[in-house]
């Protein structure tokens, strides 16, 4: 499968505790987006990656909240200290670098919070 | 006015039917615009591009109004396998989509029903 792979694809995680979700992109994408879709709610962008580099988090929370993509391995989103609010299903997305306004997406990440 | 704004819905029309979705952006800069697909619990998937006065695409037409700054899709005959959440896409870098910062609207639900 080629696709945009993300795991776990469902995680179950009690307040104060930390959530890490990990996003491998398509074969020959070097751009990584996060998107939460908070329920009953549209997707919201979070942040835009390429290898081992943050250009754009202007959807990041300040708190608890980062991403990386490193040089080998795949992406992470780290939710630190997690609260209820935090429950949401968590996209990836992935591009080639001539972009025409289509994402990939994997199957995505559900997170609960107790 | 919202960046993004559709139609609430839900709509629910029987096979056959001809059903259209709008939506209104705010950023009257925006050079393109698309339509995602997300099917429940799954992730978005692009189903059109606009990017001039409209686009056609089998039984499914996009219109541009920039004047208006809308855009409808128009879905013919409808099929069972339409039911799904439509998603009107904005880029938010206004003028192109050189990333895929997209903002999504809140979505419309289709169910088709025999």
């Known amino acids: 499968n080629a696709g945009v792979m993300q795991n776990p694809r469902h995680l179950v995680r009690r307040r104060g505790q930390e959530a890490r979700l990990r996003c491998s992109p398509m074969?020959?994408?070097?751009?990584v987006y996060w998107y939460r879709q908070l329920p009953e709610e549209g997707l919201k962008f979070m942040v835009y990656?390429?290898?081992?580099?943050?250009?754009?988090e202007s959807g990041m929370p300040k708190e608890r909240f980062s991403a990386e993509f490193p040089k080998e391995g795949p992406s992470i989103l780290r939710i630190q200290q997690v609260v209820r609010g935090d429950s949401a299903a968590y996209f990836c997305a992935s591009s080639p670098p001539d972009i025409n306004g289509e994402l990939f997406f994997g199957e995505g990440s559900r997170l609960t919070v107790l | 006015r919202k960046e993004v704004e559709q139609d609430p819905g839900p709509f629910n029309v029987p096979e056959g039917a001809t059903v259209a979705f709008n939506c209104t952006y705010s950023?009257?800069?925006?050079?393109?615009f698309f339509w995602y697909r997300q099917d429940c619990r799954k992730e978005p998937k692009l189903l059109m591009s606009?990017?001039?006065s409209g686009n056609e695409d089998g039984r499914f037409t996009a219109q541009l109004n920039r004047a208006s700054q809308y855009i409808s899709l128009l879905i013919r005959d409808s099929k069972l396998s339409d039911s799904a959440t439509y998603l009107c896409v904005v880029p938010t870098n206004a003028g192109g989509t050189s990333y895929g910062k997209l903002t999504f609207g809140q979505g419309t639900i289709l169910t088709v029903h025999p």
């Open positions: 950023n009257s800069a925006s050079q393109s």
């Open positions: 606009v990017y001039s």
């Open positions: 074969k020959g994408h070097s751009h």
């Open positions: 990656l390429q290898k081992e580099n943050i250009i754009d």
